[in-house]
């Protein structure tokens, strides 16, 4: 191995024979095929990202991985117990004490909100993190704009302080960062606004074999959702939310344009159960929605993806003909640091998952390649991993067109132009709840556009209460 430059190396890491010899001894050292081409700062970069990766962690992943059998979960299963939509008056008053237990925490500046943006937008044809994507009908306002608004919205509404915590990768921090400060933090003050960083872990082909996209770089991947619970220990998160006085987080992912942010009703069940973790759910819309569910799994909440249902739990029914399993998992989730500190304590690690994946690679001519099939290992960890460790939990369903739609492919469902319709067709069912005339077409979806800031109305009530029955819709319409 040609050492040219070897000086420039020795100085920035003394220590990169040892590096180098990890590699070979993990029987990596294809990595080094191009060594001898590298320039000095393109060495240092890949001794770089050598000495961040736990070859020992990564060996015994792919071999978990070669050794694992699908698991399905057949006994002991039970629905767990949900906080239904309130459908009467006395449900309605129990959510309307909730609420006022939830207003009250925000009022104290006891809630931070922790939004999971480490994706990039590339699928969706922008080239950033996804929290760029211009989304809103109207304004084509950010998604990071649009999370920012209500944000302040609520601040102004409860006269408080609600910090942000926003997790980006290493792929996309700096973009993220330079985003927020070129459009001046959306009017927010910045020390309200902490960004931090989560773990990468390599991809590896069917081999076991890191893959690079360079000569001088290897295939990094962020560590999944779960890599929220980790970052926010080495990091100092949880010290940062402490100094703040924060006593829980509402978590979310950034692709959901609905989000009911730090929604004042969910946190006041948390609270008034005295909660570790909450989580919100959907109705899933079919027994085949490739969606996990929570469930009751020997007395503790777990969530079982799709794949690890078996076909009789999946189509099972209850006796007035609903899905016994529907309780979808949306990724909105409240947690107590009281309970994370815990978690901490004993030194609980969330176990890896794999992703098959499409990962563009060079081969051992050095030429790029783009596979049209799944070639890539990936390793993550599933937030929803830490239910297990959970003794108070609360399940509060959801209606999806009022707050789940996410951003996860260029068209179809789940698509930006699904998105923007979510959105419209919701500012439509609050303007008629409000006595407006608002036309729709035979799939209830609104004629025409209409986009509401979240500081003029954050939801239906406040609507109400500002609108005038003599507003006309012409199709139209900026709030």
Avoid at 46 to 60: H, N, Y
Wanted: glycine residues 6%.
């Amino acid at each position: 191995m040609n050492t040219a430059n070897k000086d420039s190396i020795e100085e920035a890491y003394p220590d990169y024979r040892q590096h180098i010899e990890k590699v070979f001894e993990a029987g990596q050292s294809h990595i080094f095929n191009w060594w001898e081409e590298l320039s000095a700062s393109e060495k240092q970069h890949l001794l770089e990202q050598i000495s961040s990766i736990d070859f020992t962690l990564l060996q015994k992943l792919f071999h978990e991985h070669l050794n694992s059998t699908p698991d399905t979960f057949q006994k002991n299963l039970q629905p767990p117990h949900i906080i239904g939509i309130p459908k009467n008056n006395e449900e309605k008053k129990i959510a309307e004490k909730a609420r006022q237990m939830g207003e009250d925490a925000l009022c104290r500046g006891e809630i931070a909100v922790l939004t999971v943006a480490g994706g990039q937008g590339t699928r969706l044809g922008i080239d950033g993190p996804k929290g760029m994507l211009p989304i809103s009908p109207v304004n084509k306002k950010s998604i990071f704009q649009l999370h920012a608004e209500k944000i302040y919205a609520l601040q102004i509404k409860y006269n408080t302080s609600v910090p942000w915590y926003i997790m980006t990768s290493e792929t996309n921090d700096n973009d993220t960062k330079t985003f927020f400060h070129s459009n001046a933090f959306f009017g927010l003050d910045p020390q309200g606004i902490c960004f931090f960083t989560q773990r990468m872990i390599p991809a590896v082909n069917r081999n076991g074999k890191l893959l690079m996209n360079t000569r001088s770089n290897i295939v990094m991947s962020p560590n999944g959702h779960g890599g929220t619970i980790l970052a926010l220990q080495e990091k100092n998160i949880i010290t940062d939310m402490k100094k703040r006085r924060i006593k829980h987080i509402f978590y979310h992912q950034v692709d959901n344009v609905l989000i009911k942010m730090a929604d004042p009703v969910f946190i006041g069940y948390h609270l008034v159960n005295s909660a570790d973790m909450s989580s919100k759910v959907v109705k899933k819309r079919n027994p085949e929605e490739k969606v996990g569910v929570i469930v009751s799994l020997n007395g503790h909440l777990h969530v079982v993806e799709y794949t690890e249902l078996s076909q009789e739990d999946r189509y099972a029914k209850n006796n007035d003909g609903s899905l016994k399993y529907d309780a979808g998992n949306i990724a909105i989730h409240i947690f107590s640091i009281a309970f994370l500190e815990r978690l901490f304590q004993m030194e609980t690690y969330l176990p890896y998952h794999i992703a098959i994946k499409k990962v563009p690679f060079i081969d051992m001519k050095g030429k790029l390649n783009t596979p049209e099939e799944n070639n890539a290992i990936k390793f993550e960890t599933f937030i929803f991993d830490i239910l297990k460790h959970v003794k108070k939990g609360v399940i509060m369903e959801v209606a999806r067109k009022d707050e789940f739609s996410p951003i996860k492919n260029t068209e179809g469902n789940d698509s930006p132009s699904t998105a923007q319709k979510d959105m419209v067709n919701m500012f439509g069912r609050w303007l008629q709840k409000a006595g407006i005339t608002i036309p729709t077409d035979s799939d209830n979806n609104v004629i025409g556009q209409i986009e509401i800031n979240p500081c003029f109305a954050c939801d239906e009530d406040e609507l109400i209460r500002k609108v005038g029955k003599d507003l006309e819709f012409k199709g139209f319409l900026n709030l």
